[in-house]
């Protein structure tokens, strides 16, 4: 679909390390949400089927909530989980997080699929670039 959303990175560390930032609530508060924004709450019941529900605040002390259920789950390989705000509920998109060794690093390629329109692709795509730097900067760290 032309709204679907595909980013890639290439992260100085091994896909477990990664993985392990994926797969637990723990992992997820350390990184995600733009840069601005701080990990409220994270909720990650790590099975096909199971639920994960992340609370952010923006700095004027706006919240956000999004949530979904786990899809397919191989470790250190790929996850998928569906997505959707608490605002709109009836929104909800795919999101497949793929690993893949590379050199002395990890391939990440992140395709976030079934967004509504261009405008949702593109704020997406900025949240996902900003909260995926987030990461990169944790998993770096010995």
């Given at each position: 679909m032309p709204d679907d959303l595909i980013v890639t990175r290439h992260i100085k560390a091994p896909p477990a390390r990664l993985?392990?930032?994926?797969?637990?609530?723990?992992?997820?508060?350390?990184?995600f949400g733009p840069r601005v924004s701080r990990v409220m709450h994270a909720e990650a019941d790590l099975h096909v089927g199971g639920r994960y529900r992340i609370v952010i605040e923006a700095p004027d002390g706006t919240v956000s909530e999004v949530g979904g259920a786990y899809r397919e789950i191989v470790p250190?390989?790929?996850l998928a989980f569906t997505w959707a705000w608490k605002t709109t509920p009836d929104r909800v998109s795919l999101v497949t997080v793929t690993l893949a060794a590379d050199g002395e690093?990890?391939?990440l390629t992140l395709r976030h699929e079934k967004l509504t329109d261009e405008?949702?692709?593109?704020?997406?795509?900025?949240?996902?670039?900003?909260s995926l730097g987030k990461l990169e900067t944790l998993v770096a760290q010995p």
């Open positions: 993985w392990k930032a994926w797969s637990s609530a723990d992992g997820i508060a350390r990184w250190n390989e790929r690093g990890t391939l405008d949702a692709r593109r704020r997406h795509e900025d949240g996902w670039c900003q």
